[in-house]
C-alpha cells in the first residue's frame, strides 16, 4: 500500500499550493499515471480552475 492509494481519478483531493497557498483547497483529481510516486503529475479541477501538481502536493480529504 502507497502513500498515495487515495489519488484515484474522480477522488477529491486537498491540494497544498507550493505557491503561496494561494490556490489552496479541495478539488478533484481528474487524471492519474498508472504508478503514482511523490514527483508524478496529477491533473486536478475545480469548479473554477484545473491544475497538474505533483502528488506529494496532495493529502486526503
Do not use: C, R, T
Amino acid at each position: 500500500m502507497s502513500n498515495y492509494d487515495f489519488i484515484k481519478a474522480g477522488s477529491k483531493v486537498f491540494w497544498h499550493d507550493p505557491d503561496g497557498g494561494l490556490s489552496d483547497g479541495v478539488y478533484q483529481v481528474v487524471d492519474v499515471p498508472e504508478e503514482i510516486e511523490e514527483d508524478s503529475i496529477i491533473l486536478i479541477a475545480s469548479g473554477y480552475s484545473e491544475a497538474e501538481v505533483f502528488a506529494a502536493e496532495l493529502s486526503p480529504l
